[in-house]
Nanobody, 129 residues
């Protein structure tokens, strides 16, 4: 059974940085597109970024563009989400999710949750001084 495990969350100060990790097992990451989602307190879950399984193409929601960077290391079966210039509104639970059946980035809605069939448990990010 495919599993995703997120890590790297925690308490950080505004203006700081965090790097979240999403590790897939016991399969090879090569065949999966990965998306990152977050749920801020009191808000619906939001799709924020994804990375293609094939050419490494990326997508960012407008709310995070310029501050978030998604990348993948297939040798480590891990996708990363680097968050710079942290803001209090970045607080929330961050989830990664996997899509093996297609490439979300060729669609008009790359963060459509139904593309992603396997989800991690999430990692908490709290941005506060």
């Amino acid at each position: 059974q495919v599993q995703l495990v997120e890590s790297g969350g925690g308490l950080a100060q505004p203006g700081g940085s965090l790097r979240l990790s999403c590790t897939i097992s016991p399969v090879t990451l090569d065949y999966y597109a990965i998306g990152w989602f977050r749920r801020a307190p009191g808000k619906a879950r939001e799709g924020i970024s994804c990375i293609s399984r094939s050419d490494g193409a990326t997508y960012y929601a407008d709310s995070v563009k310029g501050r978030f960077t998604i990348s993948r290391d297939n040798a480590k079966n891990t996708v990363y989400l680097k968050i710079n210039s942290l803001k209090p509104e970045d607080t929330g639970v961050y989830y990664c999710a996997a899509d093996r059946d297609g490439d979300p980035l060729i669609t008009s809605k790359p963060m459509f949750e139904e593309w992603y069939h396997t989800w991690g448990q999430g990692t908490q990010v709290t941005v506060s001084s």
